[in-house]
């Protein structure tokens, strides 16, 4: 168990939808990642929030945002949902921005239908 | 840029065999490497990392991965695998400097262990 928590853990929707994933950092940590995995195009980095600031940016779809709150957990809202959509999304985290070592959570599989 | 080619998606052995699983970065810059493992139904965990100190690194459950420059490779071995083994690999690169500390993954090995 990493210490970082995500729900849900299963999630099915539709095309043109709207859902919502959350994440819990490890206590004590700062910083947020979120990574889409999916059989096309392997684990791809989302982006990084820090303290609640944006951080790095990575290949997130404009129809995808996130954020980070006072109390540090962190939401990412898919929009506008695709059948290419569908994957395991994860949430990582770190105690600082610039550090190596990301601990991951367990995943959501976004399954849109 | 950076780049990590894992060759195999998948990778056979049998209980007791010599795990080897490749792993060829493409980086302009130093780079500090990585592998993960992830088990069925979780994240992924960090198993060991090359950050240019030792060439020779020693990670958790018997895993060891050495960085040879010339070579431009990160592969990750074992001596004798147990079923437990079974799980998917991915090899990670970041760069050493330039303030990004985002890795960039390889598309995973698969690694199934027979009894």
């Known amino acids: 168990d990493s210490g970082v928590t995500q729900t849900p853990k299963h999630l099915i929707t539709a095309t043109g939808q709207r859902v919502t994933l959350r994440c819990s950092p490890r206590?004590?940590?700062?910083?947020v990642y979120w990574y889409q995995q999916s059989l096309d195009q392997g684990l791809q980095f989302l982006i990084q929030?820090?303290?609640?600031?944006?951080?790095a940016k990575g290949n997130i779809l404009e129809r995808f945002s996130a954020q980070q709150f006072p109390d540090l957990h962190s939401e990412l809202n898919l929009s506008s949902l695709e059948l290419g959509d569908s994957a395991l999304y994860f949430c990582?985290?770190?105690?600082?921005?610039?550090?190596?070592?990301?601990?991951f959570g367990p995943g959501t599989r976004l399954t849109v239908t | 840029a950076q780049s990590v080619t894992q060759l195999g998606s998948h990778v056979s052995v049998s209980e007791g065999a010599l795990v080897l699983l490749r792993c060829n970065y493409s980086s302009s810059v130093p780079p500090y490497l990585f592998w993960y493992v992830q088990y069925p139904n979780q994240g992924l965990q960090l198993l060991l990392k090359y950050t240019s100190a030792a060439t020779l690194v020693k990670g958790i459950n018997g895993f060891e991965a050495e960085f040879k420059k010339s070579e431009t490779s990160f592969h990750l071995t074992k001596p004798s695998a147990h079923m437990s083994d079974a799980a998917e690999y991915f090899c990670a690169v970041s760069p050493a400097s330039g303030g990004s500390y985002i890795p960039t993954f390889g598309r995973g090995t698969s690694l199934i262990v027979h009894p």
């Open positions: 206590s004590g940590d700062l910083s």
């Open positions: 929030y820090y303290n609640g600031e944006e951080r």
């Open positions: 990582a985290s770190s105690v600082a921005s610039n550090t190596y070592e990301q601990y």
